[in-house]
C-alpha cells in the first residue's frame, strides 16, 4: 500500500500544534506550535490554524491528502460545525461570546484547499493513545481520561467488544456527537463547582487549578513543606509540576495532595470500569506525569468502587502518548474518515 500523509492538528486553548503524519503514525518534518489565539476571533483563530498547518507541509516536503483537526468542544463533524465551544471566541462589549455553531470545517477547507475532519480533543487523543500508545491498535476497549486545565474523556472500542456487526476501531461519539464528556461525571454531588457550571464533577477535584488549590490551602493553614522554599515563598507560584518533584523527594504535604486527588480520581475510574469494561484505562494529560503519587491512590479507590471481575481485567496505567496523543488521533481520525 502507498503511504499516504495528513496533517495531524490539535487546536488548544493557548497553542495549536499541526504536523503531517505517515500511515504509520509518524511525524513527517517538524511539529509546529504557534499561540491559537483562542480569544481573539474566528479570524484570528483560523489564520494561526492555517499557518501552522501550511508551515507543517512545507517542513514535511511531501503531498498531504487532508487534515484532522482535534478541537475542545462539541463537535459536529457531519456538519462541519463546531457546536460548542467555551475557550474560544471573542469579547463583545467586555463579555467573552464563546464559540457556538460556528462552521470550522468548511472555513478551514477553503483556506487550505485540504479536506478537514473535525473531532472532540479528547476523543482525538483516546484514538492516537489507542493506535500508537498503550493501546496497541489492538486493545478491546480503551479508555481514556486526559487530566489538565480541564479533565477530558474518550472511549474506543473494537468489534469484539460490542455484539452485533461492526468494523472499527469504534470511537463512542453518542447520539448527538457530543460524548464521552468523562470529566463531567458526579463524584460528589454538590461539591465543587467547575467552569461547565456543575457541581461534584470529577474535573472540579482533579483539574489543574484544583491541585494547585489544594496545596495552596495547606500551606496558608501552615504546614510544614519544602515547596515553600521551592516557590520562593510565592504561594502563587506553586504548580503541578512542582508538587511532583516535591513529592518525590519526600515531601508529605505534597504526597497528601496527590494522595486526596486520586481518591476522587479512582472513584470516577471505577465507574468508568463498571459502565465501559476497558481492558485498557490510561491516564494522560500533563497531570499524569505526577506519575504513582496520583495513580496509586487512584488505583487503590477505584478497586472499592468497580466490580471485582471488570477490575481484574483492567488495567490502569498513565498513558504513553502524553504530548502527542491528540495530534495523532486527529489524524487518525482524518485517515479514518477518508478510508486511508
Not at 486526559?146 to 474518550?154: D, L, R
Not at 463547582?193 to 482533579?206: L, M, Q, S
Not at 512542582?242 to 470516577?268: K, T
Not at 503519587?293 to 472499592?304: C, F, K, Q, T, V
Request: glycine share 14%; charged share 20%; proline share 3%.
Amino acid at each position: 500500500m502507498s503511504q499516504k500523509y495528513v496533517v495531524g492538528v490539535d487546536l488548544g486553548g493557548t497553542n495549536v500544534r499541526a504536523a503531517v503524519v505517515d500511515t504509520d503514525g509518524k511525524v513527517v518534518g517538524e511539529r509546529i506550535e504557534r499561540p491559537s489565539q483562542a480569544q481573539d476571533g474566528t479570524d484570528a483563530i483560523l489564520e494561526a490554524l492555517t499557518g501552522a498547518i501550511g508551515e507543517s507541509v512545507r517542513s514535511s516536503k511531501v503531498e498531504a491528502t487532508s487534515v484532522g483537526l482535534a478541537v475542545p468542544g462539541h463537535i459536529d463533524n457531519a456538519a462541519g460545525i463546531v457546536r460548542w465551544a467555551p475557550n474560544f471566541g471573542s469579547s463583545v462589549d467586555g463579555v467573552f461570546q464563546y464559540w457556538k455553531d460556528v462552521p470550522l470545517g468548511d472555513k478551514l477547507r477553503s483556506l487550505t484547499g485540504l479536506s478537514v475532519v473535525m473531532g472532540n480533543d479528547a476523543n482525538c487523543a483516546a484514538l492516537g493513545e489507542y493506535h500508537y500508545g498503550s493501546g496497541h491498535g489492538s486493545a478491546a476497549c480503551l479508555v481514556l481520561l486526559t487530566i489538565g486545565t480541564g479533565i477530558g474523556g474518550g472511549v474506543v472500542m473494537s468489534p469484539q467488544s460490542v455484539d452485533g456487526k461492526a468494523s472499527g476501531p469504534l470511537l463512542l461519539l453518542g447520539g448527538n456527537k457530543g460524548g464521552a464528556e468523562l470529566g463531567h461525571v458526579t463524584v460528589a454531588h454538590g461539591g465543587l463547582d467547575c467552569n461547565a457550571g456543575t457541581y461534584g464533577a470529577v474535573e472540579a477535584y482533579c483539574q489543574r487549578d484544583s491541585i494547585v488549590r489544594r496545596a495552596q490551602h495547606k500551606m496558608r493553614r501552615g504546614r510544614a513543606t519544602m515547596v515553600t522554599d521551592m516557590v520562593q515563598g510565592d504561594v502563587a507560584a506553586v504548580t503541578p509540576k512542582v508538587l511532583g518533584e516535591a513529592a518525590d523527594q519526600g515531601d508529605a504535604m505534597s504526597q497528601e495532595v496527590w494522595r486526596e486527588v486520586g481518591v476522587y480520581l479512582g472513584a470516577a475510574i471505577g465507574s468508568f470500569i463498571n459502565i465501559f469494561a476497558p481492558d485498557v484505562l490510561a491516564i494522560g494529560g500533563q497531570i499524569s506525569k505526577a506519575g504513582r503519587w496520583l495513580l496509586d491512590p487512584a488505583i487503590a479507590e477505584a478497586r472499592n468502587v468497580a466490580i471485582p471481575s471488570l477490575f481484574a481485567d483492567c488495567h490502569i496505567l498513565e498513558a504513553v502518548q502524553t504530548d502527542d496523543a491528540g495530534l495523532l488521533g486527529a489524524a487518525a481520525l482524518a485517515r479514518q474518515g477518508f478510508g486511508d
